[in-house]
């Protein structure tokens, strides 16, 4: 069980679509946002979890990824990765407060978080793709589809998160959250056309079509879950056929 005075730092503007189009707005909400939160925590003596990202690591090429891996990011133009920058300068606050003013920080990185009621109104790419099969549409993948990607169920992440926060041997620590099953994008349209049972066909389309300028994509981000599986022994317990299942059931409710 969650310790009574826990706080979950959770909100961030987020989404490639709303980085692009606010940038200004998007950085100074994850960053002043974040700082407040963090303030406050060590102000009141709560013990913190803070939502960080798997964009972090930006389009380092070592995969799979651990928590001690570099950052590798794009040139300041290339403006999706405002958002990498910024859950960094968060990660960097929460740091610096633990180490000067004790404060009872974990961070957790998320690799593509995936669970019922998600919607793709933020360019998620697992419910954006079940929408369109449920309803026998065209599924539109952007760039070529061998982009790859691991997924986690929610269920899933709301467990290593909880236990990490009862857990004191985390404090000060970053952690990957992450599922299982590395798959390619266009494996991942095909699987959801096969379990949906559908008649959607598959369409593929430019990022330049796809996004405003700004974007850059990264060919694969896979997580290293290493660390907290040794530290709490978590482990994901969803497949992604699992995870497409419940989606599913959801949106057709």
Not at 119 to 136: C, D, E, H, L
């Amino acid at each position: 069980m969650a310790p009574a005075d826990l706080v979950l730092h959770m909100a961030a503007a987020l989404g490639v679509n709303t980085i692009l189009e606010n940038p200004i707005e998007s950085v100074s909400t994850n960053f002043t946002g974040s700082e407040v939160v963090l303030t406050a925590a060590t102000k009141l003596n709560k013990r913190i979890i803070i939502a960080s990202t798997s964009e972090i690591y930006g389009k380092n090429p070592k995969q799979p990824l651990s928590e001690t891996d570099d950052r590798v990011v794009g040139t300041p133009q290339k403006i999706r990765w405002t958002y990498s920058d910024a859950k960094a300068l968060e990660e960097a606050i929460a740091h610096a407060l633990f180490l000067t003013k004790q404060l009872k920080v974990t961070t957790v990185r998320l690799f593509n978080t995936v669970g019922p009621r998600q919607t793709g109104r933020y360019g998620m790419v697992v419910p954006r793709f079940i929408q369109s099969a449920i309803k026998n549409e065209q599924i539109t993948i952007y760039g070529d589809g061998t982009q790859s990607r691991v997924f986690c169920h929610v269920q899933d992440a709301v467990k290593a998160i909880l236990t990490l926060a009862a857990t004191d041997s985390a404090i000060g620590e970053v952690y990957n959250i992450g599922g299982i099953g590395e798959t390619t994008i266009k494996q991942l349209a095909e699987k959801i056309i096969e379990r949906t049972k559908s008649t959607s066909t598959i369409t593929f389309t430019s990022y330049e079509d796809a996004y405003p300028a700004g974007y850059e994509d990264m060919q694969r981000r896979v997580p290293d879950t290493t660390k907290i599986k040794n530290s709490i022994g978590w482990s994901p317990a969803n497949t992604l056929d699992n995870i497409i299942d419940d989606v599913a059931v959801e949106m057709k409710k």
